[in-house]
C-alpha cells in the first residue's frame, strides 16, 4: 500500500501510525519513530529548511512514510465584512458571523442549548444547522440570511441601541428590516493558512516524521543525521535542528547499556585484583571475553539480528558466565603452581581437570536459552536477541575459556604464585610497647630446634604418606 496509494493518488499525502501498543509507548505517543524538528522564530525559513529535509530524508534507503506534520498550505475561504455596509443596514460583524456559523457549524456555536429528559433527568445537545448537501458550492454560501442576533448582553445592547438610532434616523423602524444576503454584506477571498501551529519550547516548530521498513532503525538514524548536518548551514539565525522520538531513546539506552558493561567489567577486574592479591591473574581470566564479544557478533550477523538492548542484555550475561568459568581455570592452575608444577604443566592440567565443569555449565546455559532465541509464541520475536547473544557468545567464550586461557596462562604466569607462609615470612616484625628488651633471633629459634620452612608440596600416594608420618614421627622423639 505504501507503493500502490501514492502512485494511484500522487496529490495525497499517506503515512502509516504505529498500530500495536508496544512501538506506541517506544515513540512516546508520536506517530513515527524517528522526529526530526526544526526549531526557531523565522517561520517561513524554518518551513522552507523543512521541506528540504523532508526531501533529502525520502532519499535514504529504508525509509518510509515521509512527510511533514504541520499543513500550512491549507485551502481558505475568507470573508471580509464591509461593516459601514453592515451597519447601515443595522447589522454588525457578530450578527454575519453568528448567521454564517449557524449555517455552517449549528447553533451550538452560537447559542447552545439543551433539553432536559424528564424521564431520567439526562441532557441533551439541541442544534440546527442547514443540511450540507444545501450548501454545494460558493454561491450558495453567498445566499445565506443575515439576521440580527436575538442574544442580550451589554455589548450587543450598545451595539443594538447605536444601530436603532441609526435606522430610526434614516426613517426606518427596527422591527421592519428585512433578512440581508451574505453576498451583499462580505468580500470573499481564497487564501491558504496553516491547518495546524506547534511549538517547542515556546518557539515554533515544524516536524518532519518518517518511519523504517526493511531496514533498522541505528542505519536509517544514520544516514538521517547526515541529511541534517548538511542542512545545517541554510539554518536561519536562531534556528536548530534536532532528531527525538525513539530514536533519542534507543540511543540513551544504548549510551547507558554499553557504559554499564564497561564498569562492570572494571569493576569485576578490580574485585578479581582484590581475591588473588595479583593483577595478572585477573588479567588472564579476563583474555576470555574477547571470544565471547566475538562469538555475539558472529550469531548476531548469522541470524541477520540487529544490535538491540536485549542482545546488549544477553552479552552482559554472557560475559558474567565466560569470567566465572575463566576462574574456575586459572583458581585450579595456581593450585598446581603451588604444588611443584611448571606453568604449562599447570595450565595442561586445568584444562584438562576443569573441562567438565565448564562445560556443563556452557551447554546447560546454551540449552535454557535455546527456545527463547527462536522466538516462538506472540512476543517472542522481542527476547529472541537476548538468547541469541547468549547461545552465541558462550559458544565461542568456552572455547577460549579451555583453549586460550590456559596458552595466556602459561605464557604469562612464568613465576608461581606466593603461599601464605611466604608472605608471612615477608612482613616485617610488629614492634611492642614493652619496656623490656625483645628476645635475639637466636633466643627465639635455639639451635637445636628446626625453623620452620614451607616446601612446595609435590603428589604422593600411601606408601609416601606412611613413610613421612615415620620420619615426623622420629624427628618429635
Known sequence: MRIDLPRRFPQCTFYFEPADITSQILNFGLPAPIDVQVVGLNRQANLLVAK?????????????????????????LRLNVDRIMASELGLTQQDVSGSVLVSLSSTSQVSPNFWVNPDNR?????????????????????????IRSQTTGSTQTT?????????????MGAAALPPQLLSNLVDLRRTVSAA????????????????????DLAAVASDVERAIDAAQPSLPRGASVAMRGQVETMNSSFTGLATGLVFALLLVYLLMVVNFQSWLDPFIILTALPGALAGIAWVLYVTQ???????????????????????????????QRRDGANALEAALAAGATRLRPVMMTALAMVIGMLPMSLGLGEGGEQNAPLGRAVIGGLLVATVFTLVFVPVMYSVLRRTAPRTLVEEAEDEPPVATASATQSPSSAERFPVDTPRMRH???????????????????????
Open 52 to 76: 528540504k529535509l523532508r526531501n533529502e530524508m525520502a532519499k535514504v534507503p529504508g525509509i518510509a512514510d515521509v512527510h511533514l506534520q504541520q499543513i500550512t498550505d491549507r485551502p481558505d
Open 455 to 477: 616446601e612446595p608440596r609435590r603428589p604422593f600416594n600411601n606408601e609416601q604418606r606412611d613413610s613421612e608420618e615415620r620420619d615426623h614421627e622420629h624427628r618429635q622423639s
Open 305 to 335: 539480528t540487529t544490535l538491540s538492548v536485549p542482545a546488549l542484555m544477553g552479552a552482559i550475561m554472557c560475559i558474567g558466565v565466560a569470567t566465572s568459568n575463566s576462574i574456575l581455570m586459572v583458581t585450579f592452575a595456581n593450585d
Open 122 to 146: 439526562v441532557n441533551y445537545r439541541v442544534a440546527v444547522q442547514t443540511p450540507e448537501y444545501r450548501i454545494h458550492s460558493i454561491d450558495t454560501l453567498l445566499t445565506t440570511p443575515i
Open 196 to 215: 495546524n501551529i506547534n511549538h517547542y519550547n515556546v518557539q515554533p516548530v515544524f516536524d518532519v516524521y518518517a518511519n523504517v521498513q526493511g531496514r
Open 159 to 171: 451595539t443594538s441601541t447605536a444601530a436603532s438610532s441609526t435606522t430610526a434616523a434614516m426613517g
